[in-house]
């Protein structure tokens, strides 16, 4: 959407709050401020995005009754004010595009710098401009005729109005023209992520990476700066990714500050990662995960989902498995990667934050692709007995760590479909350990998933036996029903002024609002405590109210303090 902020303007009752400070006359020697407002929505302002949208909304939601199917697919469709979509054939595709266009500049949004795919699209996309362009120019013209008599002030005011429009469409003509010309570069962003539209595949350019990062020493901040230079939302290139991130997370548990060079055993690594990248250039991803198939003939669509972990970092990758009559298909569709906590953890609790992450992350897909494709059913991988063993049991409790994080990948994923998969078929394994680009750019296994996705359910992994050493690593993390539980309260009596310090300590919260959320339970849990019946207590997400009075009460124990201090009197005086 061309200039999309600035179509929307601000009603005149709010626009004291976008005044800003302006020199009158910059030239004078003795210049004066004088208070301007913005007229317009202001690009870079907190509530900017939402009024667009909500902006966008108003006017797309008019055809709600009319053409439902077009509300849906745009408001699902629209990022902020990019458009990206497809359809299955350029037909459908050019008429909802004519309808984009067409419904959006009744609200005085200009759909431009259209780019697609197909050429047979493009030329109808440059028809349409030509037609509008010719349209604008008869409009111009008859305008003209109509006006011969009127004053020559008259039409000079009218000129500049007419030759904006002119030239947006032109501009609009002019950038379809050199982008979709045969000469030009293919390559194009759609949402920060570099497309190439004659190919169409995703691209990662590795070499753009490190030319902006080649220092002659190697330190803490250009390993920071490089591993934040990937753009890969999707974590498709997230093994190459985690080799940076671990290198950084190492640095970070020594002394170094951050411009010093490091050692040498350091640098050896960050040459073998550079030395990588630089050898393949770029990694390119087909965009359609059915350019080579029909989806018609699709028996059935699923969701794979492998997690894995290692000593230093952990793990997850997500497949789109197809099923057809005569055969198989499955891809990439997106992964995830962490590093391990700093606090040394075992090898089984990193496994079960992998499968926490799998579980979230698989969520996600689910989320996204609901409105695109119908998913028949999730399956969960992981290598790791002791943490299926874990998600599987109901019967008895853990400790507070496995106990926890159980009970969301209980929430997000049904016990029955987690399965054990060996460490050899499993794609996360690359994901928890990394690897480097030349690694990774030809691992089918990465790209397509292990090998068994590709044939039928029957010739899958079968579950193996618990052994002796499992049981005995899950019972490690149980916690003991044997000896009586026994709760200990210690109450200390303290001065009426600090109670509230005593109970929640204001220092251990970099954030008001978390503050005051916790101190809003805090007081729901007293109420709670203090109720004969439960039909009185309270649960569920907090209210105002509830946050509004702890706001209060946190105020009262500021002003006591205030009140006590030795300063009180000096402070009263100062402050008349």
């Not at 629209?78 to 359809?87: A, R």
């Not at 000079?156 to 000469?183: M, R």
């Not at 029903?481 to 210690?490: D, I, V, Y």
């Amino acid at each position: 959407i061309e200039k999309a902020f600035l179509n929307i303007s601000i009603a005149p009752e709010h626009r004291d709050y976008l005044r800003f400070l302006w020199i009158k006359d910059p030239q004078s020697e003795t210049p004066e401020m004088q208070v301007l407002r913005f007229a317009r929505v202001v690009f870079g302002v907190t509530s900017s995005p939402f009024i667009l949208n909500a902006t966008i909304r108003h006017h797309v939601n008019q055809y709600n009754e009319k053409d439902p199917e077009f509300v849906k697919e745009v408001l699902q469709s629209l990022y902020v004010d990019d458009y990206v979509s497809s359809s299955c054939s350029e037909k459908e595709t050019y008429e909802l595009c004519s309808k984009l266009k067409s419904r959006l500049a009744e609200g005085g949004f200009n759909m431009r710098k259209w780019l697609s795919n197909s050429k047979q699209l493009v030329n109808q996309l440059k028809g349409l401009i030509k037609s509008e362009c010719e349209s604008s120019e008869v409009t111009v013209q008859s305008s003209e005729t109509r006006n011969q008599a009127t004053k020559l002030s008259e039409s000079a005011e009218a000129t500049p109005a007419v030759s904006v429009t002119t030239e947006v469409i032109e501009e609009d003509l002019g950038y379809s023209q050199s982008v979709f010309s045969q000469n030009c570069d293919t390559n194009s962003k759609v949402l920060g992520q570099e497309w190439d539209f004659e190919s169409d595949k995703l691209i990662f350019n590795l070499s753009n990476i490190i030319s902006a990062v080649e220092t002659e020493f190697v330190t803490k901040r250009s390993v920071l700066s490089l591993s934040a230079r990937f753009y890969d939302p999707l974590g498709l290139i997230s093994p190459i990714v985690l080799k940076f991130k671990q290198l950084f997370q190492e640095v970070c548990k020594r002394t170094f500050k951050w411009n010093d060079p490091l050692d040498e055993a350091y640098c050896h690594r960050w040459k073998l990662l550079i030395n990588s990248l630089r050898e393949i250039s770029s990694i390119s991803i087909d965009r359609c995960y059915l350019s080579k198939r029909n989806y018609h003939d699709v028996k059935s669509v699923q969701i794979h989902a492998f997690g894995d972990a290692s000593e230093i970092s952990y793990g997850s990758s997500v497949y789109l498995r197809l099923e057809y009559e005569s055969d198989s298909y499955s891809v990439l569709l997106a992964s995830k990667t962490r590093v391990a906590p700093q606090k040394k953890q075992t090898i089984p609790r990193l496994e079960l934050l992998a499968c926490l992450l799998t579980a979230k992350l698989s969520q996600s897909v689910k989320n996204a692709l609901d409105s695109v494709i119908k998913i028949d059913s999730t399956i969960y991988w992981s290598d790791s007995m002791v943490a299926l063993a874990w998600i599987r049991n109901t019967a008895g409790e853990f400790k507070q760590f496995i106990q926890n994080r159980v009970s969301q990948i209980r929430k997000l994923a049904s016990v029955e479909f987690w399965r054990y998969c060996p460490t050899k078929s499993n794609p996360a394994d690359i994901a928890s350990r990394g690897a480097l680009a030349s690694e990774l750019v030809d691992n089918e296994q990465w790209w397509y998933g292990p090998s068994f996705l590709r044939r039928l359910e029957e010739e899958w992994p079968r579950q193996v036996p618990d052994c002796a050493v499992t049981r005995d690593q899950v019972e490690e993390e149980m916690r003991s029903s044997t000896a009586p539980t026994a709760t200990t309260l210690n109450i200390t009596a303290v001065s009426g002024e600090s109670k509230l310090e005593c109970v929640i300590q204001a220092s251990r919260y970099s954030s008001l609002v978390t503050l005051l959320r916790v101190t809003a339970y805090v007081l729901r849990f007293v109420h709670n405590l203090k109720q004969r019946t439960k039909s009185n207590f309270k649960s569920g997400e907090l209210t105002t109210v509830e946050v509004k009075n702890a706001e209060k009460m946190w105020i009262k124990h500021v002003q006591t303090q205030v009140r006590s201090s030795e300063k009180f009197n000096k402070m009263k005086l100062s402050l008349n």
